[in-house]
């Protein structure tokens, strides 16, 4: 199977949705209408003063929703955006962003490696974690930060995040 990544066609190797195998992100999808998370591109004050601004831009709603929900449980302020477009205005905003969590293969959409390059072009101090379930060769040449693999589990995904941040 092959998928348009950054212009180029590579080949990858589809693995089974992160949720079906995830009981921590299961559990958390039950509240995909999670209070606390900006469907808006505007971001929520954190609950913990301290914890930074993540915007994550997952293709798959109640992924993202649980992402969300994991980040906003952990005291981050997050925005969630579905497609690169609403990832390009909350970036284009005025609102403080940390870290971008971002899926690399989204389709019919600039993938992931181009929209963090879009996003280094326009906050040079963004921080970004990729995501993705699918393997794609030599990819790692193209990140800006380190890669996730579905299923994540919700401890190594604040993890992470807090050691990108703190680096």
């Known amino acids: 199977m092959l998928r348009q990544i950054a212009s180029a066609a590579l080949p990858v ?10 009981s921590t992100l299961r559990r958390v999808v039950q509240y995909h ?8 591109g505007t971001a929520p004050r954190p609950t913990d003063p301290g914890k930074a601004q993540i915007l994550i831009v997952e293709d798959d709603a109640t992924l993202g929703q649980a992402l969300c929900r994991v980040l906003t449980h952990a005291g981050y302020g997050v925005v969630f955006a579905s497609d690169f477009r ?29 929209l ?7 906050r040079r101090d963004l921080k970004v974690v990729y995501v993705s379930g699918y393997n794609i060769p030599g990819v790692e040449d193209e990140l800006l ?3 996730l693999r579905k299923p994540i589990d919700d401890r190594l995904l604040i993890e992470e995040i807090e050691k990108v941040l703190t680096a």
């Open 13 to 22: 190797q589809p693995r089974k949705p992160c949720v079906a195998r995830s």
């Open 33 to 40: 209408n999670a209070r606390g998370c900006s469907m808006d």
């Open 86 to 114: 609403s990832a390009l205005d909350a970036l284009e905003g005025d609102q403080p962003l940390d870290l971008l969590l971002v899926d690399i293969v989204m389709p019919n959409s600039v993938n992931g490696l181009a």
């Open 116 to 122: 963090a390059r879009m996003a280094r072009l326009r």
């Open 145 to 147: 930060g380190p890669i």
